[in-house]
């Protein structure tokens, strides 16, 4: 994990993967603070995989908020205590969540993409296309 996301924000890798189901296997970077992060700044962060037994995986993308339940316990933002309880509601004007890439778009991973808001498509960058390298390092 990676990027250029203020360490002040709190960001952390959410790899708790208890809830996730047989057939997927979510990789997530939260932000545990996130009033820290500057409005109208493109931030960028990443998570790098090992390879696993497929050549390749459908993937998707979106972003939620989460209640910072780590306060509660007296721990910093991590995976193992944000969004524990479900009965908090997002502010007014907010509905908590937002998909930016639908699995039924059949974009696949290895691959490297880059997603804003208003983009109607996310960019790819996978070996071979859009001058990524050919050479994929794990």
Same mark, same amino acid.
């Given at each position: 994990?990676?990027?250029?996301? @203020? ?15 047989? $057939? ?15 409005? $109208?700044? *493109?931030? *960028? ?12 995986? /459908? ?13 509660? *316990?007296? *721990? ?10 479900? $009965?908090?509601? @997002? @502010? %007014?004007?907010? $509905?908590?969540?937002?998909?930016? %890439?639908?699995?039924?778009?059949? /974009? ?27 050479? %994929?390092?794990?």
């Amino acid at each position: 994990m990676g990027g250029d996301v @203020p360490e002040s924000s709190a960001p952390y890798a959410d790899y708790n993967i208890a809830s996730d189901g047989c $057939d997927e296997n979510g990789v997530e970077i939260g932000i545990g603070f996130p009033r820290q992060l500057a409005q $109208d700044t *493109l931030y *960028l962060a990443f998570a790098e995989l090992y390879p696993g037994n497929e050549s390749s995986s /459908r993937m998707a993308a979106s972003v939620s908020m989460k209640s910072n339940d780590c306060n509660n *316990l007296g *721990l910093s933002p991590q995976t193992d205590c944000m969004g524990l309880n479900t $009965d908090r509601d @997002p @502010p %007014v004007g907010f $509905d908590g969540s937002a998909l930016l %890439v639908n699995s039924s778009r059949n /974009r696949t991973v290895p691959a490297r993409f880059l997603m804003g808001e208003e983009f109607t498509n996310p960019i790819r960058y996978a070996p071979g296309v859009s001058g990524c390298p050919t050479v %994929v390092y794990y």
